[in-house]
């Protein structure tokens, strides 16, 4: 019988293919007709209205992270080898996808907006770094013979780079129109982003501290290991 923390990995593992799906239609079809220049039967009201939509249901999969793990530690009866393997693999898919959202949807759809390559850049350069620290701690785990826990620094983190990400999907659009402006909203969003960088690097660190198998990587490579 599927468990609860097993359909909450469920949803986050299809809400990737479908945040795509609905980050084009709201950057080619909603978010035009909210900023008044639309071509399709919409009223701005209800392209503002699915934007807000969007908003809420990236939050809510967000949320559901921190949810699943939560249930599972709590009601033993709720774990399962299912979830074992597959909350893992959703998080990086959802993970990912956001990730490659940020970095090619905003300059691709958004050409109204004035985009500084070294900004890009910066923002596909902090990317790189996150989605190798997931892939390698990962790797880390599946290789390992004993349990690494979760570090506080790598919640830290996560939630650092979810709100980041939030606020770099909206820029451009009326939401960010609305409170402030859709720059405003990029250099927050990019900050961010540099903020959950930094906590990805030093959480990588921790985990190669406090693990074997990040013990005989810093010994292999010794240039990384920066001794904070």
Same mark, same amino acid.
Request: charged share 15%; net charge negative.
């Given at each position: 019988m599927p468990t609860i923390p097993n359909k909450l990995t469920a949803i986050r593992l299809f809400a990737g293919p479908a945040i795509?799906?609905?980050?084009?239609?709201?950057?080619?079809?909603?978010?035009?007709?909210?900023?008044?220049?639309?071509?399709w039967l919409m009223s701005?009201?209800?392209?503002?209205?699915?934007?807000?939509?969007?908003? /809420?249901? %990236?939050?809510?999969?967000?949320f559901t992270d921190w949810f699943d793990g939560r249930i599972a530690r709590a009601f033993p009866n709720q774990g399962s080898a299912w979830g074992v393997v597959w909350d893992p693999v959703a998080d990086k898919v959802w993970v990912g996808t956001v990730a490659l959202l940020v970095v090619f949807g905003g300059p691709v759809?958004?050409?109204?907006?004035?985009?500084?390559?070294?900004?890009?850049?910066?923002e596909v350069l902090f990317i790189t770094t996150i989605? *190798?620290?997931?892939?390698?701690?990962? %790797?880390?785990?599946? /290789?390992?013979?004993?349990? /690494?826990?979760?570090? %506080?620094c790598g919640k830290v983190k996560t939630t650092a780079q979810m709100i *980041?990400?939030?606020?770099?999907?909206?820029?451009?659009?009326? /939401?960010?129109?609305?409170?402030?402006?859709?720059?405003?909203?990029?250099?927050?969003?990019?900050?961010?982003?540099?903020?959950?960088?930094?906590?990805?690097?030093?959480?990588? %660190?921790?985990?190669?501290?406090?693990?074997?198998?990040?013990k005989e990587f810093l010994a292999r490579y010794p240039i990384l290991n920066f001794g904070f």
């Open positions: 795509v799906l609905w980050f084009v239609f709201q950057e080619l079809v909603a978010r035009p007709h909210a900023m008044g220049r639309g071509w701005s009201e209800m392209a503002v209205g699915l934007e807000w939509a969007m908003v /809420i249901a %990236y939050t809510t999969i967000c759809f958004s050409w109204d907006l004035e985009y500084f390559w070294w900004i890009v850049l910066l989605i *190798a620290r997931e892939l390698l701690v990962a %790797y880390w785990r599946k /290789i390992s013979t004993e349990e /690494i826990p979760v570090k %506080y *980041a990400f939030g606020f770099l999907l909206a820029r451009g659009g009326p /939401i960010s129109m609305q409170f402030v402006s859709a720059e405003a909203f990029g250099w927050i969003g990019t900050m961010g982003l540099a903020v959950a960088t930094a906590l990805t690097v030093i959480s990588l %660190y921790q985990y190669a501290k406090d693990s074997a198998v990040g």
